[in-house]
């Protein structure tokens, strides 16, 4: 089931700040703090891996419901995994007793209900959360007696969704039951000021999780990095530290590691200099590495550079190149 029940250690979850230092995510911290305050519902919209669902626990954490259930339900999941007696609870008799499933509603009542990308759920279960929304109670399958509800719901999504209400494929009512506050979350290329910081922050955290010291980072490391755009915001930068923690040598990061778009080109440690001398220092490199690889075959060195034997035996006498 594509739902869960989240218990969470409070004292473990308080230690996971909004990282950050940039005037977006100052902004951030301040929203944070303000929406725990209230008791609204809240729709939350970024882009894929920016950190809604973080962003949506930490409210609940500073909220006054921080002692009560956070129940989370991928909305694309309703009508396939999660089914209505997921959602409401089923009660049934049994040899004149009655017995009761209690479903995600009720466990999330007087808590939190996170609603992950409404965007993806269906006509028939916008036509319930909006009769759910509006009575604040529901009855559980086969029972005879209405729930009261009290919950606040957090709900996201990594879209736009006024085309899709334009076009009726979501629900406007519903829409702006869900969407009493709205929180944006910018994605990091807007905040590259703060990818140092999470840098530093994701290489600590997974170097104690490892139980390795924290290596040195090497700057073709830092540059290739504020050079991306990160089109996986947070999560991909996450996933990219453990990567190279997991992967490098033991006490170094090494760029070989890094996803291969965020390479630098080979060829990016050149300055601008003299354009003959450096194309000289280039195949002079590339004929001897040709070369060595070949055991000093010049025949085969040639067909591995791509040019004719007397192009190669030119240039290795023109460059003082021995084969041996």
């Known amino acids: 089931m594509n739902a869960k029940t989240t218990e969470i250690d409070l004292h473990v979850a308080y230690e ?53 259930t956070f129940v989370e339900i991928n909305c694309s999941a309703l009508g396939k995994t999660i089914g209505k007696k997921e959602l409401y609870g089923e009660e049934l008799e049994q040899n004149q007793t009655v017995m ?46 209405n729930i009261e509800l009290a919950i606040r719901i957090i709900s996201t999504s990594d879209r736009d969704l006024e085309p899709e209400i334009e076009s009726g494929k979501f629900r406007k009512n519903l829409y702006y039951l869900l969407n009493t506050l709205t929180l944006y979350i910018p994605p990091l290329r807007e905040r ?19 139980g390795k010291e924290e290596p040195a980072v090497q700057s073709e490391i830092f540059e290739s990095i504020l050079e991306y755009d990160w089109n996986g915001n947070v999560r991909e930068l996450e996933n990219t530290v453990q990567n190279l923690i997991m992967m490098s040598p033991e006490g170094e990061l090494s760029v070989d590691f890094l996803p291969f778009k965020l390479k630098r ?60």
């Open 16 to 68: 996971e700040p909004v990282i950050g230092s940039s005037p977006a995510a100052k902004r951030l911290k301040k929203a944070v703090k303000k929406l725990a305050e209230v008791d609204s519902n809240i729709f939350i919209v970024g882009e894929t891996g920016t950190g809604k669902e973080f962003i949506a626990r930490r409210i609940y954490l500073q909220s006054s419901r921080r002692n009560q």
């Open 192 to 210: 590259k000021q703060d990818i140092p910081e999470l840098f530093s922050y994701f290489l600590k955290k997974y170097c104690e999780q490892e």
């Open 100 to 145: 009761r499933n209690i479903g995600l509603l009720e466990k999330a009542n007087k808590g939190i209900l996170f609603l992950r990308n409404i965007g993806d759920m269906s006509p028939e279960y916008q036509e319930d959360f909006l009769q759910i929304i509006r009575d604040n109670k529901f009855r559980q399958i086969g029972g005879s007696e």
């Open 265 to 324: 080109h080979p060829l990016d440690f050149l300055e601008p200099t003299n354009l003959k001398g450096t194309i000289s220092n280039i195949e002079t490199f590339l004929i001897k590495k040709a070369l060595n690889k070949v055991g000093g075959n010049q025949v085969k060195a040639a067909k591995l550079l791509g040019v004719q034997l007397p192009t190669l035996r030119f240039k290795m006498k023109k460059y003082l190149i021995s084969s041996k």
